[in-house]
């Protein structure tokens, strides 16, 4: 068994120098000489019995044994900082990481970010988005909201929303457009996304419009295709197509009539919006705020 205090000196100096991926590096960062650093990784591999770097002539990489070491500790330390900021505030304070879907959080949570605001203002939010899932061992996340059909047996998974597909274009699309119709579609431009979705192909969810409603649109054949929803609907906005709408992302849109829905009947798309985090931050107390939170503005948006 390590010495446990000799053993966390030396994890630390493992962690610097991996970060750095430099002895050098790692040793300015703790006030020691290069020599003194190596001592240290060598005395840390000699105690626990495998190499964590391999040395090579100019630089430093990491073993297989020395990734998973660092993926623990890692995820160690960040539960370790957020005990001991949560002891130390015994309030609601302190900095939460959220991770989003880009579309997802400009036209659905930002509108909502003040009500956050004005209930906790000790709570500093860092927001980060991004269109894939967050790799929560790796990255410094506490809560994500993504859009998707994916389980995470790892994590905890709630639903936040259900989305709903509907063609959508523009008032003045029509009007330059005499040939299309909310009964056909075959001659406009088709505006395709994928941002979010698990299914990367840019076509899918007008394939799910199709085969919902055993149609054969010709979606392939004039289209523009963007990997960043927002993009879509400004191009639909500025009369560009017909795009397949995500009923929760459009709302504003359709309320001020930029938009027109082609269709009465929306259909499921088959995918949601989810809230994701590891199981350990349920009970956190700026985490568990920011849930509470998203709840109140779910139930206030149905």
Known sequence: MLEQQSTLALLQSFEIAARHMSFTLAAKELNLTQGAMSHRIRLLESQLGFR??????RKLGLTEEGERL?????????????????????????????????????????????????QWPGINLKVKVRAGIMEFHDERVDLAIYYGASRHADLHQEQLFDEMLVPVCSPRYLQLNPDISTEDLSQACFIHTSESTDNQDPFSEWQIW???????????RRHYSFNHYHM??????????????????????????????????????????????????????????FIDFLHQQREQAT
Not at 80 to 106: W, Y
Not at 210 to 220: R, S
Not at 245 to 259: E, F
Request: charged letters at 20%.
């Open 210 to 220: 199709n085969d919902v409603n055993g149609q054969e649109i010709p979606y392939k």
């Open 52 to 57: 964590v770097f391999v040395r090579m002539t």
């Open 232 to 289: 879509a609907i400004q191009a639909a906005e500025s009369g560009m197509g017909v795009m397949m709408g995500r009923t929760t992302l459009i709302q504003p849109q359709l309320q001020s009539g930029q938009l027109i829905a082609l269709s009465a009947v929306p259909v499921p798309s088959g995918m949601s919006y989810d809230l994701i985090y590891p199981r350990e931050n349920r009970d956190r107390i700026r985490c568990r705020a």
């Open 70 to 118: 660092l993926a623990t500790l890692n995820h160690s330390l960040r539960a370790i900082n957020d005990e001991i900021e949560d002891i130390r505030s015994q309030s609601l304070r302190g900095t939460l990481h959220i991770g989003v879907a880009p579309t997802f959080a400009q036209c659905w949570l930002m509108a909502r970010l003040p009500v956050f605001q004005a």
